[in-house]
């Protein structure tokens, strides 16, 4: 158990619509990185916030967007939703430093049919 | 921008055999991580390492930085089933405060 949880693990829904994932990260840690990992590819590193600001933004659609509370537990929001969004999505956190160590949670993996 | 890239992208090998595979970049990382994951399941660290020839072993794992901090190599001695999984390196930039992951090598362990 890393320490970091997302909910929730399976989602289900509609080409157009939109959904919110859900992340808490391990206790102490400021950071949070959202990735998105489809079938049989790595790991596609989307957005990263540190203590509520956002830090770096990788490959992340307009579609998508996320943010970091002040309790910080982060959300991603991903909006009119297309097949091709379908894949699982991962959020790790870290305590920062040089290492920039991350611990992943579980994941959840998103359908759009 | 930096990229990671590891090899082989597959690997299939048996039970009992040695393997070693690669994360190489034109890019110097302050760190590098290898990270460990199993099917439908988070990355799982495995290891991180910092100075230019460190070499880290965890257990039949081990784990070399290179001496420019550009490329990594982990070697797995007697493979076994439980071995199998997706093996990610993620190179550290401190100024950027993010890492950088190659696309893995899937390795599969027959019994």
């Known amino acids: 158990d890393s320490g970091v949880t997302q909910t929730p693990k399976h989602l289900i829904t509609a080409t157009g619509q939109r959904v919110t994932l859900r992340c808490s990260p391990r206790s102490g840690d400021l950071s949070v990185y959202w990735y998105q990992q489809s079938l049989d590819q790595g790991l596609q590193f989307l957005i990263q916030?540190?203590?509520?600001?956002?830090?770096a933004k990788g490959n992340i659609l307009e579609r998508f967007s996320a943010q970091q509370f002040p309790d910080l537990h982060s959300e991603l929001n991903l909006s009119s939703l297309e097949l091709g969004d379908s894949a699982l999505y991962f959020c790790?956190?870290?305590?920062?430093?040089?290492?920039?160590?991350?611990?992943f949670g579980p994941g959840t993996r998103l359908t759009v049919l | 921008t930096q990229l990671l890239e590891q090899s082989p992208q597959f690997l299939s090998i048996q039970e009992g055999e040695n393997l070693t595979v690669y994360c190489n970049s034109s890019?110097?990382?302050?760190?590098l991580q290898w990270y460990r994951q199993e099917p439908g399941e988070g990355p799982v660290l495995l290891v991180t390492?910092?100075?230019?020839?460190e070499v880290k072993k965890l257990k039949r794992l081990t784990f070399q930085f290179g001496d420019a901090r550009k490329d990594s190599s982990l070697h797995i001695t007697a493979a076994q089933p439980g071995d199998t999984g997706l093996y990610l390196c993620?190179?550290?930039?401190?100024?950027?405060?993010?890492?950088?992951f190659g696309d893995g090598t899937t390795l599969t362990v027959k019994p």
């Open positions: 916030y540190y203590n509520g600001e956002e830090r």
């Open positions: 890019s110097v990382f302050s760190s």
């Open positions: 993620a190179g550290a930039d401190t100024n950027a405060g993010k890492s950088t």
């Open positions: 390492v910092v100075t230019g020839g």
């Open positions: 790790a956190s870290s305590a920062g430093g040089s290492y920039n160590e991350q611990f």
